[in-house]
């Protein structure tokens, strides 16, 4: 049975960082293309950051410089690092195993909350 379990959210205060964790079971976390997604209140679920199974990296516009997606091959999760935090980058994240391009994999985590004070 394929799990994906997501931790690390929480309240911060702009400026401030937050390490999200996706733990995978039952699937190779390594093997395959791993996204994160995010959705704010009120609006539509959106890609954050992808990493391949080569370890290729991409980010959506609003996060580059700011957020770090990475594997750990022997724990089997796949981690977002988020730093330089700001209220706008409030909502849930979600971890989704198998996207390609933009459209989401079959498998998701149930989600992680994250606040971000101003």
């Known amino acids: 049975q394929v799990q994906l379990v997501e931790s690390g959210g929480g309240l911060v205060q702009a400026g401030g960082s937050l390490r999200l964790s996706c733990a995978a079971s039952?699937?190779?976390?390594?093997?395959?293309?791993v996204g994160w997604y995010r959705q704010a209140p009120g609006k539509q679920r959106e890609l954050v950051a992808t990493?391949?199974?080569?370890?290729?990296?991409n980010y959506t516009d609003a996060v580059k410089g700011r957020f770090t997606i990475s594997r750990v091959k022997a724990e089997n999760r796949v981690y977002l690092q988020m730093n330089s935090l700001k209220p706008e980058d409030t909502g849930v994240y979600y971890c989704?195993?198998?996207?390609?391009?933009?459209?989401?994999?079959?498998?998701w985590g149930q989600g992680t909350r994250v606040t971000v004070s101003s």
């Open positions: 989704n195993l198998g996207v390609v391009g933009l459209v989401p994999g079959k498998y």
């Open positions: 990493i391949s199974s080569l370890s290729g990296t």
């Open positions: 039952g699937i190779s976390a390594s093997r395959n293309p």
